[in-house]
């Protein structure tokens, strides 16, 4: 079955040429001209994986961003951002994205960037057999169902996918030092400045996802990367 993607480009030369390409690479996809056409596009059909204008007519791209990001916390978001607008990228990361890439593009480095998230997407939704669940001092970490419990098990947060994923990366390093570049490189797959700043945002979810425990400290060492300190056994 095709992965369906939805690109919302406001340019219609812009549009049609990438829609065009997606599609003889074997996509199906659906080419929204403005963010409310694409607003009502997301909720009316499935999609594999998003790719977001920043500029838009109607609705732009970063509201659309949050308006899908309330509606499903696991689809992959792309946003095609100009060069010259890197507060864009930033804010972009803050209201939801998962990565960016900048115009013009390639059409081989989109493609690439398209297979690697639907890649992770499906190694999320698979039953894998790798470990999944951790105990993090007083919290349960599942990470097949974005979930921490408390050890009555209740639930005490329901993640998103990046940040179950961040969270299962640290989990299978705890007690480490860990470089920035290394934990850019497994959990986003690469080394980037912007998605450097998308992560410390990332960080930051997860101290306050753990603030129940005292115990576990995810520590910053300036200047080398983080450490995940977790009492006991994982």
């Not at 690469?190 to 995810?218: A, Q």
Request: hydrophobic share 35%; net charge positive.
């Amino acid at each position: 079955m095709k992965a369906r993607i939805l690109l919302v480009e406001d340019d219609q030369n812009v549009g049609a040429v990438t829609k065009k390409r997606l599609e003889e690479a074997g996509y199906d996809v659906v080419h929204s001209t403005d963010g409310q056409m694409a607003w009502e596009q997301f909720q009316s059909r499935t999609f594999d994986i998003c790719l977001l204008d920043v500029v838009m007519p109607k609705k732009d791209g970063f509201t659309l961003a949050e308006q899908i990001r309330r509606k499903n916390d696991f689809i992959p978001i792309l946003f095609l951002t100009s060069k010259a607008l890197d507060e864009d990228k930033i804010k972009g990361f803050k209201t939801g994205a998962d990565d960016y890439i900048t115009k013009p593009f390639s059409m081989q480095e989109l493609l690439l960037r398209i297979e690697v998230f639907l890649k992770r997407s499906k190694t999320a939704n698979s039953v894998a057999e790798k470990r999944t669940q951790y105990n993090i001092g007083k919290l349960t970490f599942d990470y097949n169902d974005l979930i921490l419990r408390e050890k009555n098990g209740e639930v005490s947060s329901t993640l998103t996918q990046k940040e179950a994923d961040l969270l299962k990366y640290l989990c299978d390093n705890a007690n480490k030092t860990l470089k920035r570049e290394e934990i850019l490189f497994h959990v986003w797959g690469k080394d980037d400045y912007f998605l450097g700043r998308s992560m410390d945002v990332f960080i930051t979810k997860l101290r306050k996802h753990f603030r129940s425990d005292p115990s576990i400290k995810l520590e910053t060492l300036h200047g080398v990367g983080f450490r995940f300190n977790v009492p006991g056994q994982l």
